[in-house]
């Protein structure tokens, strides 16, 4: 059982597909936000039954509460393999990703640069790029127009010893392709620089070891990886430490609250503990053990073995149809299972009409207009977008391909 995903058991701890209303629909959207496991669920409805007031107090349901919250971030940090208190939550990513540039454009020096590419979604580069108002240097990496890959030699090109931070993405929400973060982190560390890395649209694939891959800073969201509306921060401490507080002043000695300005979600933090259950749960079902960060790699392979299996006949299907052209690699091996389709037509119109065949898709841009630019699609007509995860089985991609058929 441990090679092989169990995908019954999987779709078992996901109440929408027991949920009458989505029954012989097939959900090709997850890269916009996942189907919610049922611990997450159980946790928050617990939570507001029970808990729902200020945690940290000396009464009791207070003391329930503030223990849920600490809870979510000690096991999650374990998974993820960084120290527990350099784990933080926030509304979102981008809300997220905005109080860290303003904590660097606090920092930084006059002359100072950053590196941005243009193959993230937009939150991972608009705050950044907006200090260039500020009067810091912004340097692009730029994607191949065609492939939409990003180089490491081209970012070598922009390496000095002016540039403070790398912004890139774990993987582009449109182009699928997995980029080289222990790679390219060495290569900004070797030159003095400090990483930021864009997880988004990779972690509903698999959480990473965080602590081995080595960024010092790793965003990503909670709603795409089966939890509540949340963004998830690593900031590791050395970096930590040395930006400017940006939460409330007598708070800047913690520090997961030096860069959560606002008062946090408790439900929804508490209820990312969920998470943490539904990994525990698939690592026990498959006979998965060891440490948190070791059961956690066991369940990344054995999601990623799946998906890989489902995405190649997709990428086939796609490679070989003229009209349509595939953006990023077409083998499964190395690329997540986001599949963004340039057609000769709109791509909200054909998720329209998918929609008529049971399959919830996507058409659009996607927030990542700048890597469409990049690569010669208009992002006013926009991509069609497969995304799929690990409860994904056979029988959608097939219902899947067979639509696609109908309308292309």
């Known amino acids: 059982m441990a090679g092989q995903l169990d995908v019954d058991f999987v779709r078992a701890q996901f109440p929408a597909f027991a949920e009458p209303s989505l029954q012989g629909q097939a959900f090709f959207e997850n890269a916009g936000g996942s189907y919610t496991c049922g611990p997450v669920i ?64 606090q920092w930084m020096q006059p002359g100072d640069a950053i590196v941005v590419t243009n193959q993230d979604h937009e939150a991972n580069t608009g705050p950044w790029r907006r200090l260039a108002d500020e009067g810091f240097e912004v340097r692009e990496w730029k994607i191949d127009p065609e492939s939409g890959h990003l180089n490491p030699e081209d970012l070598e090109e922009l390496l000095d010893d002016k540039v403070r931070l790398v912004c890139f993405p774990h993987c582009s929400n449109v182009v699928g392709e997995v980029n080289p973060v222990v790679e390219i982190t060495a290569l900004a560390h070797a030159a003095g620089a400090y990483v930021c890395v864009d997880g988004v649209s990779y972690a509903p694939h698999g959480f990473v070891n965080v602590g ?3 960024p010092d800073i790793y965003l990503f969201s909670a709603y795409k990886t089966y939890g509540p509306h949340q963004g ?40 990312s503990a969920g998470m943490a259950d ?34 190649q006949p997709v990428l086939d299907y796609a490679k070989d149809r003229n009209s349509v052209r595939l953006l990023g690699p077409t083998s499964a091996e190395g690329r997540a299972p986001t599949v963004a389709l340039a057609l000769n037509r709109a791509g909200e119109g054909v998720a329209r009409d998918l929609a008529q065949h049971g399959i919830m898709a996507g058409g659009g841009d996607f ?42």
Do not use: W
């Not at 997961?256 to 439900?267: I, N, Q, S, V």
């Not at 539904?278 to 799946?306: K, Q, S, W």
């Open 42 to 105: 159980a946790r928050l409805e617990r939570y507001y039954r029970q808990r729902k007031v200020q945690p940290y107090a000396p009464y009791e349901a207070s003391q329930l509460a503030g223990e849920e919250m600490d809870e979510a971030r000690a096991r999650l940090s374990a998974m993820l393999g960084v120290a527990e208190d350099e784990l933080s939550f926030g509304p979102s990513t981008t809300q997220n990703t905005y109080v860290l540039a303003r904590a660097f454009a």
């Open 212 to 214: 081995l891959m080595g």
């Open 278 to 311: 539904y990994f525990d749960a698939l690592a026990e079902h498959h006979g998965i053990t060891g440490t948190p960060t070791e059961r956690n790699e066991g369940v990344h392979e054995l999601m990623r073995r799946h998906e890989s299996a489902l995405l």
């Open 367 to 408: 927030y990542a207009v700048r890597a469409l630019q990049a690569m010669g699609v208009d992002p006013d007509q926009g991509v069609l977008r497969l995304s799929f995860v690990h409860y994904t089985n056979r029988a959608e991609v097939d219902q899947l391909l067979n639509a696609l058929d109908d309308c292309l």
């Open 232 to 271: 998830i921060m690593v900031i590791r401490r050395d970096l930590g430490m040395q930006l400017p507080n940006q939460g409330h002043y007598f708070n800047q000695d913690c520090l997961y609250k030096r860069f959560t300005p606002a008062g946090p979600d408790h439900a929804q933090i508490a209820a």
